[in-house]
């Protein structure tokens, strides 16, 4: 139980974050398979459903967020999707350049390079999050 309360909002990120990128690879797959959208138009629509799920995970259950005013709120949800932006940017880069550059266009190549993509995506959201978004609210998600 010590072990689990020291490491409270690491466990509580991982486990959201698994959430979040099950979320990103299987809307990714779907659009893939069941509509005509591009690699950028569906990493884009993925990313968007993810990044709005790991806002409200990470502001409640991983970091426990409490900002009493609008506008720390407003700040804060600005800075979680200007850095979630970020790493958009790093998701398709990775994804087009697999696919575009490289040949990874079958559907599991694609499935392959989407996992490896958000191991990577993943690192960066945590760094953002723990020491650029919610640095003010980590004494409360520690506690």
């Given at each position: 139980m010590e072990l689990f309360s020291k490491y409270k909002s690491i466990i509580a990120y991982l486990f959201w974050g698994v959430v979040t990128t099950i979320i990103n690879i299987a809307s990714y797959q779907l659009m893939i398979m069941y509509t005509h959208l591009g690699v950028?138009?569906?990493?884009?629509?993925?990313?968007?459903?993810?990044?709005?799920?790991?806002?409200?995970?990470?502001?409640?259950?991983?970091?426990?967020?409490?900002?009493?005013?609008?506008?720390?709120?407003?700040?804060?949800?600005?800075?979680?999707?200007?850095?979630?932006?970020?790493?958009l940017i790093i998701d398709l880069a990775f994804m087009n350049i697999g696919v575009h550059v490289f040949g990874?266009?079958?559907?599991?190549?694609?499935?392959?390079?989407?996992?490896?993509?958000?191991?990577?995506?993943?690192?960066?959201?945590y760094i953002f999050s723990k020491w650029l978004i919610f640095k003010d609210n980590r004494d409360i998600a520690d506690k």
């Amino acid at each position: 139980m010590e072990l689990f309360s020291k490491y409270k909002s690491i466990i509580a990120y991982l486990f959201w974050g698994v959430v979040t990128t099950i979320i990103n690879i299987a809307s990714y797959q779907l659009m893939i398979m069941y509509t005509h959208l591009g690699v950028t138009a569906a990493t884009s629509i993925a990313w968007f459903l993810s990044v709005f799920v790991a806002y409200l995970t990470n502001k409640v259950w991983v970091f426990g967020s409490h900002y009493t005013t609008v506008s720390d709120f407003l700040v804060e949800c600005l800075l979680f999707f200007f850095y979630r932006a970020l790493t958009l940017i790093i998701d398709l880069a990775f994804m087009n350049i697999g696919v575009h550059v490289f040949g990874f266009d079958s559907d599991l190549q694609q499935f392959i390079l989407k996992v490896i993509d958000n191991v990577i995506v993943v690192i960066a959201n945590y760094i953002f999050s723990k020491w650029l978004i919610f640095k003010d609210n980590r004494d409360i998600a520690d506690k």
